[in-house]
């Protein structure tokens, strides 16, 4: 996808340049047009790279107690719809804001009593990533917004929408990244006795990180091997 970009990039300079020839039809690709290939690859990084590479078997985060944690993933999804993904209410405005999919992976604390799920929402560009933002809760609830994921015979298999008690929504570039989380147990948030937001603080943190290297913007090195300039 990246060499492809940079493909088209270079042959459309070189069609431009036809009536210059010499050097023009030589000249490697401008400035302007190394970002245009840059952003390009950004966009699609949620289709070209490994789901292994979006979502780390492994997140580090901040222990309550101080220190560095370990979230551990427990499954991910090989389903991408956007419908699917999120709750109804949220579903009808993410298409229109132009979702292309959702990559979604579970994750659970070092503690083994907290679940997470992360979901990646892929939209065309920055502008309908941050109209889609407001689909979703704000303020820490956890719908309208993802849905959890789900693995038989794992720790995760009890986690159902009911089971949800946070929820967090990051923007950056044309990426979102939704979390959801609740308790391992499976006990419904309405029978959770007193609320603990710092028990999910973790989630937020682990989503920055893979929203982090998905959305930090990457120039084409022509001189490398994956680039073809």
Same mark, same amino acid.
């Given at each position: 996808?990246?060499?492809?970009?940079?493909?088209? =990039? &270079?042959?459309?300079?070189?069609?431009?340049?036809?009536?210059?020839?010499?050097?023009?039809?030589?000249?490697?690709?401008?400035?302007?047009?190394?970002?245009?290939?840059?952003?390009?690859?950004?966009?699609?990084?949620?289709?070209?790279?490994?789901?292994?590479?979006?979502?780390?078997?492994?997140?580090?985060?901040?222990?309550? $107690?101080?220190?560095?944690?370990?979230?551990?993933? =427990?499954? =991910?999804?090989?389903?991408?719809? &956007?419908?699917?993904?999120? %709750?109804?209410?949220?579903?009808?405005?993410?298409?229109?804001?132009? &979702?292309?999919?959702?990559?979604?992976?579970?994750?659970?604390?070092?503690?083994?009593?907290?679940?997470?799920?992360?979901?990646?929402?892929?939209?065309? %560009?920055?502008?309908?990533?941050?109209?889609?933002?407001?689909?979703?809760?704000?303020?820490?609830?956890?719908?309208?917004?993802?849905?959890?994921?789900?693995?038989?015979?794992?720790?995760?298999?009890?986690?159902?929408?009911?089971?949800? $008690?946070?929820?967090?929504?990051?923007?950056?570039?044309?990426?979102?990244?939704?979390?959801?989380?609740?308790?391992?147990?499976?006990?419904?948030? %309405?029978?959770?006795?007193? $609320?603990?937001?710092?028990?999910?603080?973790?989630?937020?943190?682990?989503?920055?990180?893979?929203?982090?290297?998905?959305?930090?913007?990457?120039?084409?090195?022509?001189?490398?091997?994956?680039?073809? &300039?």
């Amino acid at each position: 996808m990246v060499a492809s970009a940079l493909t088209l =990039i &270079c042959a459309v300079a070189a069609g431009v340049a036809g009536s210059a020839a010499g050097t023009e039809l030589t000249r490697g690709p401008s400035t302007a047009e190394l970002h245009v290939a840059a952003q390009g690859e950004l966009a699609e990084r949620w289709r070209a790279w490994p789901t292994g590479r979006i979502f780390p078997a492994t997140l580090r985060y901040a222990a309550e $107690q101080g220190g560095q944690e370990r979230a551990w993933r =427990i499954g =991910i999804s090989p389903h991408t719809s &956007c419908a699917e993904s999120v %709750d109804a209410e949220a579903a009808t405005p993410l298409r229109a804001a132009g &979702c292309r999919g959702v990559l979604r992976a579970t994750y659970i604390d070092a503690l083994r009593g907290v679940l997470v799920t992360i979901g990646v929402v892929a939209m065309h %560009d920055e502008k309908g990533a941050l109209r889609a933002k407001s689909a979703f809760s704000g303020n820490g609830e956890p719908e309208p917004g993802l849905r959890p994921l789900a693995f038989r015979g794992t720790v995760a298999d009890r986690f159902t929408p009911a089971v949800r $008690q946070a929820g967090s929504v990051r923007q950056a570039g044309p990426y979102l990244v939704l979390t959801t989380a609740g308790q391992v147990d499976g006990r419904p948030a %309405d029978a959770v006795g007193e $609320q603990r937001p710092a028990v999910f603080a973790f989630a937020t943190e682990i989503a920055e990180s893979v929203l982090s290297e998905l959305s930090t913007p990457r120039m084409p090195d022509c001189t490398a091997k994956e680039w073809e &300039c």
